[in-house]
């Protein structure tokens, strides 16, 4: 294993720092950690408002708690677009040299104007239903279905801010009128162009089928999806994909189409055949589905990031155990971040597709599984070591020992990795301060 840490160190390392010396990818990771404090801190009411104890959100929406609880989590996590846009927008403007709140605010306004601003729903008239339309943003493309689209838009607009505003275009003030001011009407003209472009590029893809930017991305990385069937192959190849474009920071939800059509078919076709006494129809896509997702249990990457030297991992890996054990990924993989470093590209993208496979060769061969479907409908929060087992049995719960053992080793060299280039800025940021101390004392005593 020292070896392998050596090997990959000497080869990670120097391209890792290569690559964050890129002000675009400098900008991504400073972004996404800058957004940890929302989704660890909501975290906890997220795990309380979805607790997987049967009938738990009917009691909770019994005695009137439950509305709240999904106000909290759609205000941090509903939104969280939002906080990518202008986060991700002050980093890179930060990078750049150029005015950080004024792009940040550019940035924000432009994400929401290329949002669709009207929702069909349906109201009563004479008695009649009928659909209308109501002036509203979709809370899907202020969460994770806008997140891709809200990042490429906070880099864009940052940096066309940037380039512009170096074109003698910002109107110039009095000496006599207040700093505040003046950033804030001098950009007048660079942001009335900006969003010129922005009015251009969403009038563009009005013209198209999709009607709107959003719509346009999903259903480009869906059309391909869309034919599959719940079939082992369908379910490595979405899962793989997922775990894919998620490390690009494309959250899951863009492929919640073709992936939810699949689970409702395996979950109702399963359903059905157990109650009936019959041999399950997708006993084998379901067994993969869930040897991948116990693969990218994230428990162990927190547990070992606790025994981590650096201050920061230790911390956030603290921070980050209890949610990851109920399935909340988004404070590590914003955090740490994953999300776009390149320490973390292996075992984010190849951990899953291993199990995929490992799983289909072992549940063919010498590990036949007996599934109980009805544990499918526990809570999303529920621990993977809990509905294993109990979905299962014993060798359910193997499989589960051997896809969580996979992604023991695939992960654990890459965190130390990643241990020890954090641990080695902490050094070098302290032995700064020490010096510029000793400074201090010699112009002092001098």
């Given at each position: 294993m020292e070896k392998l840490e050596r090997f990959l160190s000497s080869k990670l390392l120097p391209l890792s720092q290569k690559l964050q010396q890129n002000k675009v990818l400098a900008a991504l990771m400073e972004g996404f950690i800058r957004t940890s404090p929302i989704t660890l801190g909501i975290a906890f009411i997220t795990i309380i408002g979805n607790f997987p104890i049967p009938g738990w959100t009917d009691y909770l929406t019994k005695i009137g708690i439950f509305q709240h609880i999904e106000a909290i989590t759609n205000g941090a996590t509903g939104v969280f677009s939002l906080y990518v846009v202008y986060s991700l927008a002050f980093s890179y403007a930060k990078q750049l040299g150029t005015n950080e709140r004024n792009a940040s605010i550019i940035s924000l306004a432009s994400f929401i104007m290329l949002m669709p601003q009207s929702v069909m729903t349906t109201v009563t008239q004479n008695g009649k239903a009928v659909e209308q339309a109501v002036g509203a943003l979709k809370l899907d493309y202020l969460g994770g279905q806008g997140l891709f689209i809200g990042m490429l838009v906070a880099l864009l607009i940052t940096r066309l801010y940037a380039f512009l505003s170096k074109k003698n275009l910002m109107v110039k003030l009095p000496d006599s009128v207040p700093p505040m001011v003046t950033q804030s009407l001098s950009p007048v003209f660079v942001v009335t162009i900006i969003f010129v472009l922005v009015f251009i590029l969403r009038v563009l893809f009005g013209f198209t089928k999709s009607g709107t930017i959003f719509q346009f991305f999903i259903d480009v990385i869906n059309a391909p999806l869309n034919s599959l069937v719940a079939s082992p192959l369908s379910i490595i190849i979405i899962m793989e994909l997922l775990a894919v474009l998620w490390f690009f920071g494309i959250h899951n939800a863009v492929l919640q189409g073709p992936l939810g059509a699949i689970s409702m078919t395996m979950i109702v076709g399963n359903m059905t055949a157990f109650q009936q006494g019959q041999k399950l129809p997708y006993l084998l896509p379901s067994v993969i589905y869930m040897g991948m997702y116990c693969a990218g249990f994230m428990g162990f990457v927190t547990f070992f990031m606790i025994r981590s030297k650096s201050t920061k991992m230790k911390q956030l890996g603290k921070l980050s155990f209890i949610p990851s054990l109920f399935n909340i990924t988004e404070p590590i993989m914003f955090g740490m971040p994953i999300i776009l470093n390149?320490?973390?590209?292996?075992?984010?993208?190849?951990?899953?597709?291993?199990?995929?496979?490992?799983t289909w060769g072992l549940t063919t061969t010498i590990l036949?599984?007996?599934?109980?479907?009805?544990?499918?409908?526990?809570?999303?929060t529920t621990p993977t070591f809990v509905k294993m087992p109990f979905a299962g049995g014993l060798n359910y719960t193997i499989l589960m020992v051997i896809c969580m053992g996979l992604g023991i080793i695939m992960w654990y060299p890459f965190i130390k990795i990643a241990d020890k280039k954090e641990y080695e800025l902490e050094i070098a940021v302290e032995k700064q301060k020490l010096t510029q101390e000793e400074v201090k004392q010699e112009e002092i005593q001098a």
């Open positions: 390149p320490i973390f590209f292996i075992p984010q993208v190849f951990t899953q597709l291993i199990a995929g496979f490992l036949p599984i007996s599934l109980n479907p009805t544990m499918s409908l526990l809570p999303w």
